[in-house]
């Protein structure tokens, strides 16, 4: 099948790739000239395991292309749409601006008998909304709704092997036309027995939205526990390990620390709840709201436990932060947990050094008054207290006896509870962790 896909960022990028991996000829386009110029020469303009090979094997085989302009996609009878919908300025709600261009930009390049899939993840009622322009300026044109569900740091894999397809389709005759081409795109998964939910617009919407808000609950869940362990002496890993084992609950997202950020969870759940009040229905979400301050409220605790394991004051204390990207095995340092907490143990006077693997030069670009350095053993030279704030594997697998003659003093702070605590204890450090207690 021809495919356009618009917008080539996280989603878009590997979205295309993937979709030529799977045999389809596929035109990805972007505005941005420097992006598609790197993506045309087969450079990922963002670390994602296992990209850059994809990317590369689709190119080389013809199937994938990019391009500025919205003309090339006028062969394409399937397109697209994965465009970002960033939390506006100063509100809650999600920027609808860049899927609204997209869709109005590829209007002149629909035809008859073309079908737009949104993937991109919106406020309900958008689809509905934009199913009206697509049919009102190009008759016989369709809409549908098919959510994307990438963890990055697992993208490719989430893309070509999903847990779920979810299709939105028109309620008219042409779902049953949009339901067979989006079977076809999506055959070899289809044929797997990939489970398939087929659905409204507005289910579909909101599945992305509530998966993430019922997520973020789960994570601030095991937070708040985490902060009556502080309170009362109790273990939070050894609580969320017991009950863990109930299949109801599950141990996943149970991991207790510095709290989610990224580009998908904070802004999604904010999202929900502005839509929810436009729809005069915002007391279904309030608990989002105290959901997000306690993801909040981690960072503030992860500042005050540095101060207190460097004897009450940061000042003129050297502190090296393992990780800085919002999550392992990403360069993504959207609302990133780690840096925030970089950039207030910096304002309260300490001397910090950053590391992480692969979000060195995002950190450079967008925290330029922060110290990057490249490795975990630069960053403690000297320290007075080693903080792990994001939980890469080569962070958790440091020996501590080794990593122990080079900082002055043996203070760690696992702000993810992904360090075996026994085996720093051993080699002499001051173990200290969010809901558990000193080591």
């Known amino acids: 099948m021809k495919i356009s896909v618009i917008g080539c960022g996280y989603l878009g990028a590997v979205h295309a ?31 994602e395991p296992g990209f850059e090979e994809l990317l590369g094997r689709s190119l080389a085989s013809g199937r994938l292309r990019f391009s500025t302009d919205m003309a090339d996609a006028r062969d394409a009878v399937l397109h697209f749409v994965c465009v970002g919908t960033p939390q506006k300025r100063g509100e809650y709600a999600a920027d609808m601006r860049y899927v609204e261009s997209a869709v109005e930009s590829l209007l002149e390049a629909l035809k008859p008998g073309d079908l737009v899939a949104g993937k991109s993840t919106v406020p309900v009622g958008t689809a509905a909304r934009l199913a009206e322009l697509v049919e009102g300026k190009v008759p016989g044109a369709m809409l549908a709704w098919n959510p994307e569900f990438l963890r990055e ?55 992305k939205t509530a998966a993430n808000s019922f997520l973020a609950t789960k994570i601030s869940f095991i937070n708040a526990m985490a902060e009556l362990c502080e309170a009362t002496g109790a273990d939070v890993k050894q609580l969320a390990d017991a009950i863990g084992h109930d299949d109801r609950i599950g141990r996943k997202f149970l991991n207790a620390g510095l709290g989610f950020g990224g580009g998908c969870l904070p802004k999604d759940i904010r999202a929900f709840m502005a839509r929810a009040g436009e729809l005069g229905a915002d007391q279904a979400l309030t608990f989002l709201r105290e959901v997000d301050n ?146």
């Not at 122990?404 to 043996?410: E, N, P, R």
Request: hydrophobic fraction near 45%; proline fraction near 5%; glycine fraction near 8%.
């Open 294 to 439: 306690i993801n909040m409220r981690r960072r503030i605790r992860m500042v005050e436990l540095a101060r207190e394991v460097c004897d009450g004051s940061l000042l003129g204390k050297r502190v090296a932060v393992l990780g800085a990207a919002f999550k392992p095995d990403s360069d993504d340092i959207r609302d990133s947990p780690a840096l925030n907490v970089a950039a207030q143990l910096q304002l309260q006077g300490a001397v910090v050094q950053v590391t992480d693997p692969a979000a060195g030069e995002n950190i450079k670009r967008s925290w330029p008054q922060l110290d990057v350095v490249d490795t975990p053993e630069e960053a403690a030279k000297g320290a007075d207290a080693v903080l792990l704030l994001t939980e890469w594997k080569q962070y958790r697998e440091l020996d501590p006896v080794a990593f122990g003659k080079i900082v002055k003093q043996k203070r760690v702070l696992d702000g993810r509870n992904a360090l075996d605590r026994d085996s720093w204890t051993d080699a002499g450090w001051t173990y200290r962790a969010l809901g558990r207690r000193a080591g």
């Open 17 to 47: 790739a993937s979709m030529a991996e799977l045999g389809h000829d596929v035109v990805g386009i972007d505005v941005d000239q420097p992006k598609i110029a790197a993506l045309q020469d087969a450079k990922a303009p963002f670390y």
């Open 153 to 207: 740091g697992f993208a490719v894999q989430d893309t070509l092997h999903p847990d779920r397809l979810v299709y939105g389709l028109p309620a008219d005759g042409n779902g049953e036309r949009a339901r067979a081409m989006l079977d076809e795109v999506y055959a070899s998964i289809v044929a797997t027995g990939t489970p398939q939910v087929i659905t409204d617009y507005a289910t579909a919407e909101m599945v």
